[in-house]
């Protein structure tokens, strides 16, 4: 039983707190209390330190996506089908876990916690994960980026992230030039510049390679929702590889 389903059948034995864990009591029907050492049910089956990670990361992005559709006063239809498209296609989600997951959309947006807070919780959970923190940024992005434009509103949240994110703002530019301005799109998702050289592409991309493997992000608290995601984010980064070998005439 994976993390979403202990959650569903009432099986959580452990705290969750500030503004993720408010909105997991309200869509899950829990209380999740702020102190880390009160056990809602001592019956219950405790989540392990993994799972914990696997939930704090799925709430937070579904809530994050949920504050950026709600940046403008309300939301719309378009942007709930955005984002159902997006867990089906991207995600792959089952209907379990779609169901969830819209469920945190619609109850993130109307709570009274701000898109800054939830960022500031995900990165005092995920701070010592770097490739975290990009993967939200790359799902924020791509959510963002479902209708061609990134609204005034959008792109203000999404700098509120990088900074509180402690992400550095060329490599956000090098992520979001992936959907926006695509013009040098393989280098962008290998963190380079053409101007590199071909020993610090290489470098590159061996490190990319490593820290994306789909069974190691998985093991360090990567949703499985979030596998297919992972999944492709290596491919591209492999396919990019071999796009910019193929331009510069590396061996």
Not at 115 to 144: G, H, K, W
Not at 155 to 178: P, Q, T
Request: with cysteine; glycine share 8%.
């Amino acid at each position: 039983m994976g993390w979403l389903g202990k959650v569903i059948g009432g099986a959580i034995g452990f705290a969750l707190g500030g503004p993720i864990g408010a909105v997991a009591g309200a869509v899950f029907g829990h209380h999740f209390d702020h102190d880390e050492h009160d056990m809602i049910d001592h019956e219950s089956i405790a989540l392990s330190n993994n799972e914990k990670a696997q939930m704090a990361f799925f709430v937070a992005v579904f809530s994050m996506l949920g504050k950026m559709a709600a940046a403008d006063g309300n939301v719309c239809d378009k942007e709930i089908d955005t984002v159902d498209l997006f867990m089906k296609k991207d995600l792959q989600l089952n209907s379990e876990s779609r169901n969830a997951a819209m469920s945190i959309f619609k109850a993130a947006a109307i709570s009274q916690d701000s898109f800054e807070s939830f960022a500031t919780q995900f990165y005092m959970q995920f701070a010592s994960q770097p490739r975290f923190v990009e993967i939200l940024l790359d799902v924020l992005l791509r959510v963002s980026s479902a209708d061609g434009r990134l609204s005034e509103e959008e792109e203000g949240l999404l700098l509120a992230a990088v900074r509180i994110l402690h992400y550095r703002s060329e490599d956000y530019l090098k992520l979001k030039s992936k959907y926006f301005g695509q013009s040098d799109q393989y280098h962008a998702i290998l963190g380079c510049d053409r101007q590199d050289s071909d020993e610090f592409v290489k470098k590159q991309y061996r490190k990319l390679v490593n820290e994306y493997h789909p069974d190691k992000i998985a093991s360090k608290g990567l949703p499985e929702q979030f596998s297919k995601f992972a999944a492709d984010k290596f491919m591209e980064i492999r396919e990019a590889y071999e796009m910019v070998k193929k331009e510069r005439g590396m061996e």
